[in-house]
């Protein structure tokens, strides 16, 4: 900047960013008891009877729905959890993450 040059001015500064959220969401299929869902919801998401029951209609009719809103390592954590509790019981039954 010796010879005239001029710096661009940024921002001052440094800002820490919020950790960012990730929705699990729950995916239908025509194979997974409306039951065992019901379950994961209780066992994997503290839903009560109503809730966990709304939730799995919710996915059964629209294909989709949110399970919860959780920090990265939280919400992979739960997928993980799913994931693994429907494959130990032989249900096709699909989790995943999305940036919320
Ligand atoms: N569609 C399934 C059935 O009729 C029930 C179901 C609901 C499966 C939600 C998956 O995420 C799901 N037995």
Redesign the pocket.
Known sequence: EGDGEVGVATKTRARPKKPSQFKVL?????????E??VM?LKRFFHMDMEQATRV??H??QRG??VCGIFPYEIAETKVNQVMDFARQNQ?????TLEKA
Not at 26 to 34: A, E, F, S, V
Not at 91 to 95: A, E, I, K, M
């Open positions: 729950m995916l239908n299929d025509d194979y997974t008891p409306m065992f869902v994961v799995m209609l996915v059964h989709v729905g249900h096709p039954l699909q989790c």
